[in-house]
């Protein structure tokens, strides 16, 4: 942990750039998020990227602002008019990876690498095994094998004056210099790449990448060479005032992610930085990272546990086996465990990379099967851990990898135990790059999709294993983050979340009306299957639960979630190897759903019969993300009502300005409390975590002397117990003024049913007598 920089957000606003919403727009609208409290825009990735990239981090050109963007002129205009309003800049930064293009001269760099090989000066900016496919590149893009695509494969001029390319359809590649005139075969074995058949990806790709996705390729940037080279621009403009701080994309990916941190802290004296670590079960962020803390999933699983009813949700599961015809369903834990297992099998998608660590084991003395390494990578329980050869292990990754090594010589290894070596240090490195790749698709890729008793449990971060949290591990939790990570992010949606914030807290109600559920669930499927429109119980499930947490919505946007959600759970269909038949019948039973009077209505009917609790359960998450430490970071759009499903649902275009919700809506509301919230933030700073005695329906806390939260949790079950009856919320001294309802003057003993009369949470302000 470090000492907060000088330039400390109090809350953030993230905003997806993307054609059609470039830095022009973002600047329009400034003036409207600095009314609504938030202190710094949050851009998603800035740099040139991909034409036509919706997200920036198909990164091509560390040297350019993205043009589509608008260009270095429009993110500085974009950042003058945040700064008269009051607002700084954070961007996000992508040191993991860059795009590998078709059209490979859009990235010089490797363009360069496939044209010189081993001999290019960008060489070191790719992680490389070059002692794997005789000293070349592989490239997985043909249709087909080799052999059956040399008759599309064409060698001629691509520019004027400039020498011959080869081309593969719209891929364009360079040639290899003296090698133009050969004969085709002969000059395909000359090049610095080998040209393959795109399916050779999993098991014969030589250089890291991004997951499993073979066009982002991993850079070095453990090179200071080429930390220098793909930062200068976004240190430069931070040194200029232009930004203000870094949210770092996918640190697990880097071979030293504590190193990195800490040179990005020099050049940049202290910047504020958020980091996109995942952690798991009770895993701590590293204390030695130089870093405000993480961008925050961990703080959303806490706000969603505390919300959610544990007993309800276990009871679901028993709702899900049941619907399944089954006596019960495996574990989550198993699943994950299934999910890991098949991405490191021999033909798994990560199979390449378990192989490149037998490469590197095999230039050690140790003799280490490769199902050694892949079952330790199967087994190990969070995304990675983060040696420093030559520097002692932490006892927390030491004690996971003791019990994960499926033998002593892969523990010895990982653990340093057979010296210092080239080998013997990659070894350790790239099985904690490969253990988050393995953590990261086949957990939230796969055992995600697999196993969903309660979908709003599947998130990024969360741990569907152990649903609920009980108000006391809240507090705890609370109270720990002020003491060690006080300026760290916290966050309900992002443009990674599976499903928004308010279709999680639709779909929470569930786990307090698991007979109720159990009924819909039953009815939905009968009017489906009578339409000719039945599906599997398993993509039924899948199918109404998803439906239900953005109702309304159309078709297309329903069958696009669950077509994505069935191709990654690849138990029927996947990406790359798609069952046509089965997804026909998915789509058809998708698009149908809002098209059927009886079942849209009877779908309608049950939100409108889980509103008010939804209510509840989105004021009070606002009120915990807005209120509790750390920095609250909001995803555009969300100060509204927002049930938006899996990317690209999540991604699409928000357009500012629009109408005034009207008085006592749940948009108003949500508004309301928003805009308090995050104005208080901004004019005073909030002091410790302490809770207050409460109830099991009521969370209640102070932030230093003068703010106090309240907040309903599981309001059914408050319903159901007769609501807050004559229970009071005891103040501390002084006078309060409830900031969402103006009702001041309270002191002493208030009771709930009439500070929670207007809404289900308050936020008090001591205020002079």
């Not at 609920?468 to 006080?486: I, K, N, V």
Request: glycine content about 8%.
């Amino acid at each position: 942990m470090t000492a907060a920089p000088a330039h400390t957000p109090t809350a953030t606003y993230r905003l997806q750039l993307q054609p059609g919403f470039g830095f022009a727009e973002a600047a329009a609208a400034v003036p409207y998020l600095a009314r609504l409290g938030v202190s710094h825009l949050h851009l998603s990735p800035v740099l040139q990227a991909m034409p036509g990239s919706t997200h920036g981090y198909d990164v091509v050109d560390h040297s350019r602002i993205s043009e589509e963007l608008g260009g270095e002129d429009g993110l500085r205009a974009l950042s003058a008019t945040a700064r008269t309003h009051g607002l700084g800049l954070i961007v996000d930064t992508v040191p993991n990876h860059m795009a590998a293009p078709g059209q490979a001269r859009l990235n010089h760099a490797w363009w360069e690498l496939l044209r010189e090989g081993q001999e290019s000066p960008y060489a070191a900016w790719f992680d490389v095994d070059w002692a794997a496919q005789d000293g070349r590149v592989l490239l997985p893009v043909l249709g087909d094998r080799l052999e059956a695509e040399l008759p599309r494969l064409r060698v001629g001029p691509d520019r004027p004056g400039e020498p011959p390319v080869l081309r593969y359809y719209d891929q364009v590649l360079p040639l290899r210099p003296g090698t133009e005139e050969l004969p085709l075969t002969e000059l395909l074995d000359r090049q610095w790449y080998r040209l393959a058949w795109w399916r050779l990806a999993r098991t014969e790709l030589n250089y890291r990448r991004f997951f499993t996705v073979s066009g982002l390729v991993g850079l070095r940037v453990e090179d200071e060479r080429v930390f220098a080279a793909t930062h200068e621009l976004l240190l430069r403009l931070h040194r200029e005032g232009v930004l203000h701080g870094f949210r770092v994309d996918h640190p697990d990916g880097l071979a030293d992610p504590r190193d990195y941190l800490r040179r990005l802290a020099e050049r940049t004296g202290g910047a504020y930085v958020a980091v996109e670590k995942i952690l798991t079960g009770d895993e701590r962020l590293p204390a030695d990272w130089a870093c405000a803390g993480t961008t925050g999933y961990d703080a959303l699983r806490r706000i969603d546990g505390v919300l959610t009813d544990r007993v309800g949700a276990l009871t679901l599961a028993e709702v899900y086996a049941d619907h399944l015809g089954r006596a019960s369903v495996p574990d989550a834990d198993t699943v994950a465990r299934e999910g890991r297992t098949e991405m490191v099998a021999p033909q798994g998608e990560l199979a390449a990379e378990v192989d490149r660590l037998v490469r590197v084991a095999a230039r050690t003395p140790a003799e280490v099967p490769r199902a050694d390494i892949a079952d330790t990578l199967a087994a190990y329980p969070v995304y990675r851990p983060y040696p420093v050869p030559g520097e002692p292990d932490d006892p927390a990754d030491t004690e996971r990898l003791t019990a994960a090594a499926a033998s002593a010589e892969v523990l010895d290894l990982a653990l340093g135990r057979r010296g210092r070596g080239p080998a013997e240090d990659e070894f350790r490195v790239r099985l904690a790059q490969t253990a988050s790749a393995v953590a990261a698709k086949g957990v939230e890729d796969t055992a995600f999709y697999r196993r969903y008793p309660l979908l709003s449990l599947n998130e990024v971060g969360g741990d569907p294993a152990s649903p609920g949290l009980e108000p006391a591990e809240f507090h705890d939790y609370c109270e720990r983050m002020q003491r060690d990570w006080p300026a760290a992010m916290t966050v309900l949606s992002t443009h990674d979340t599976k499903r928004s914030a308010d279709a999680r807290a639709r779909l929470a109600v569930l786990a307090e009306l698991p007979g109720l559920w159990r009924t819909e669930l039953a009815a939905w499927t009968e009017l489906a299957a009578a339409a000719g429109h039945g599906l599997d119980p398993h993509t039924g499930y899948l199918l109404w639960q998803t439906a239900l947490a953005a109702w309304p919505l159309d078709g297309e946007r329903l069958s696009a979630a669950v077509l994505k959600s069935v191709r990654e759970a690849k138990l029927r269909t996947t990406w790359t190897e798609p069952d046509s038949d089965y997804e026909q019948s998915v789509e058809r039973a998708a698009r149908a759903v809002p098209d059927h009077p009886e079942l849209a209505a009877r779908i309608s009917a049950l939100v409108d019969r889980l509103a008010p609790y939804e209510r509840v359960n989105t004021l009070s998450g606002t009120l915990l993300h807005l209120t509790m430490p750390g920095v609250p970071d909001l995803y555009q759009g969300s100060e509204f009502p927002l049930h938006t499903l899996v990317d690209p649902d999540n991604r699409r275009i928000v357009r500012f300005g629009g109408t005034t919700p009207g008085p006592g809506s749940p948009a108003a509301e949500k508004l309301r409390l928003t805009t308090a919230a995050l104005r208080l933030r901004r004019d005073r700073p909030l002091g410790d975590h302490t809770a207050l005695p409460g109830d099991p329906h009521l969370l209640a806390y102070r932030r230093g002397p003068d703010v106090l939260a309240v907040a309903t949790r599981l309001p059914y079950g408050l319903e159901r117990r007769g609501g807050w009856q004559d229970r009071t919320l005891p103040l501390p001294d002084g006078h309060w003024t409830d900031t969402l309802t103006d009702r001041g003057g309270l002191t002493g003993e208030v009771p709930l049913a009439e500070l929670l009369s207007e809404l289900p949470v308050a936020l008090l302000l001591r205020t002079p007598a």
